[in-house]
């Protein structure tokens, strides 16, 4: 799976370089978010700019990660979901889960507050 | 393509590498459909994911590590009536037993089901000695 991380303000960003999140690549993500949180990472930002499409495997990882934030005391959020992938949060009711950004920027910001 | 019927029978190892050839298919049926009303982009998306999510439990039937294992996935279309049949020879499930997700829990899991009945407008599934078959129909009219 193709990710791309950078650190921004104590917030690591993943981004999430592929048009599919599912069943095929999802561990990948789960893993990646995983390790974060055991090496002391607080604050995960996972941007999806790029995702088409996202399955209920993909969404299961998020819902994975998000467990893990919270084990650890942390925080995951998302930020620049394409609308279809919004909808499927929405459908799910995973949008009341999880905090949503419509720009990386936005959300990094949010952090800080 | 109205008025004739379509059917695309497909066979693919049972690897998840092939999701997303086989969701794409759906995606292209979604954009031939001339006389469909609603927005095609969202059904593309719809065929795509339940197509996508049907596979992945046909894989999980069969067994992932036998990988010379296929899964047959049979798409029709005829007038208005969208018809995706995939079978898998593995143990086979109580689709019924099948729990609506609780959304006040957070569960890594269990939303395909739920998913694919959302999206679809009926949805069986059928064991018998050599084969299981998940059926989703939905109206396209």
Redesign the interface.
């Known amino acids: 799976m193709n990710l791309a991380s950078e650190t921004r303000n104590d917030v690591v960003i993943i981004y999430v370089k592929e048009e599919r999140l599912d069943a095929h690549n999802s561990t990948e993500l789960k893993s990646a978010v995983q390790k974060l949180f055991e090496d002391g990472k607080k604050n995960v930002l996972v941007d999806l700019k790029d995702v088409r499409f996202i399955d209920s495997s993909g969404l299961g990882a998020l819902v994975s990660g998000f467990k893990n934030a919270i084990s650890h005391q942390g925080n995951l959020k998302l930020s620049s979901l394409q609308s279809q992938v919004k909808s499927m949060f929405e459908l799910t009711r995973l949008h009341r889960v999880f905090e949503i950004f419509p720009s990386t920027a936005e959300a990094v910001e949010n952090f800080q507050s | 393509m109205e008025g004739n019927t379509i059917e695309v029978d497909i066979k693919v190892p049972n690897k998840?590498?092939y999701?997303?050839l086989i969701?794409k298919i759906g995606e292209d049926i979604a954009r031939e459909l001339e006389r469909y009303s609603g927005d095609k982009?969202?059904l593309a998306?719809h065929l795509?994911?339940v197509l996508?999510?049907a596979m992945?439990n046909a894989?999980k039937h069969a067994g992932p590590k036998e990988p010379e294992k296929l899964v047959r996935i049979v798409i029709t279309l005829h007038h208005d009536d969208l018809t995706i049949r995939v079978y898998d020879d593995g143990q086979g499930f109580d689709i019924n037993s099948i729990p609506a997700?609780n959304?006040e829990e957070?569960?890594?899991?269990?939303?395909?089901i739920?998913?694919i009945r959302?999206l679809m407008d009926s949805v069986a599934y059928r064991k018998n000695c050599k084969e299981n078959m998940l059926e989703m129909k939905k109206k396209l009219g």
């Open positions: 998840t590498r999701l997303s969701g982009e969202i998306y795509n994911l996508t999510e992945v894989i997700p959304f957070l569960e890594d899991r269990g939303r395909g739920f998913l959302t």
